[in-house]
């Protein structure tokens, strides 16, 4: 099966502008998690989706950034405006359902912000 | 690609050895707990999993041990290979099966360093 596509994979902007990432998971899954991955941590969870509606949104910096996946099927983050700290790479993830499931992640989008 | 193990702890071992990372956990309601390998410039990918009913699990050249008591969790790799240089990440996970969404927490990962 095609895996989790992500994209740009890297994109360089000033502070206080905006960007945007996109995702589409694997053909089928239900749930579809953006992490963001600074550099020397472990992925922490922004936000969740199973189908289109978000089930967590808890560690989402609602002031700056936006995440939608309005068919249920592909998503975009959002950030504007960047601040220095967002630094950081933006994973995208999918699994089947709810339930215990393995989440495949896909390559990750590489912001930078000057 | 940056390394996404610049400021993590680092395990190097030489090729052919075994390794053993460690991971504690913080939540007591976790039930299911998942390793993940993350080479440089890729997303993390799924090595092994195992829930909380059982102490250990088995897959091709890794084990994982799991002691609810102290809230630890290992990942042991047999023969260790170059290929299996990377990032490894533990992550938690409550009841998969209450009936409720999967929200799966990540450690802060070892760095692995296999020498040849």
């Known amino acids: 099966e095609a895996g989790v596509a992500q994209s740009p994979r890297y994109k360089i902007i000033e502070k206080r502008q905006s960007v945007a990432f996109w995702c589409n998971p694997i053909?089928?899954?239900?749930?579809l998690y953006w992490y963001q991955q600074i550099l020397g941590q472990g992925p922490k969870l922004l936000i969740q989706?199973?189908?289109?509606?978000?089930?967590?949104d808890s560690q989402l910096p609602k002031d700056r950034f936006s995440a939608e996946r309005l068919k249920g099927v592909d998503s975009t983050l959002k950030i504007q405006p960047a601040k220095l700290e967002d630094s950081a790479v933006y994973l995208c993830?999918?699994?089947?359902?709810?339930?215990?499931?393995?989440?495949?992640f896909g390559a990750g989008s590489r912001l930078t912000v000057l | 690609g940056e390394s996404v193990g610049l400021h993590l702890p680092t395990l190097s071992v030489q090729e052919g050895d075994n390794s053993i990372i460690n991971c504690a956990y913080s939540?007591?309601?976790?039930?299911?707990f998942i390793w993940y390998k993350q080479e440089s410039g890729k997303g993390p990918q799924f090595i092994i999993d195992?829930?909380?009913?059982?102490d250990k699990r088995q897959g091709q050249r890794v084990t994982v041990l799991l002691n609810k008591t102290v809230k630890h969790l290992s990942l042991q790799i047999a023969a260790t290979q170059p290929g299996d240089s990377a990032v490894y990440f533990c992550?938690?996970?409550?009841?998969?099966?209450?009936?409720?969404?999967?929200?799966?927490?990540f450690g802060t990962g070892t760095k692995l360093q296999v020498i040849p």
């Open positions: 939540n007591s309601a976790s039930d299911y």
């Open positions: 053909s089928g899954h239900a749930t």
């Open positions: 989706f199973q189908n289109n509606g978000v089930v967590d």
């Open positions: 993830a999918s699994s089947r359902g709810a339930g215990a499931n393995v989440l495949t």
């Open positions: 195992i829930r909380s009913n059982m």
């Open positions: 992550a938690e996970s409550p009841n998969p099966n209450s009936g409720g969404y999967q929200k799966v927490t």
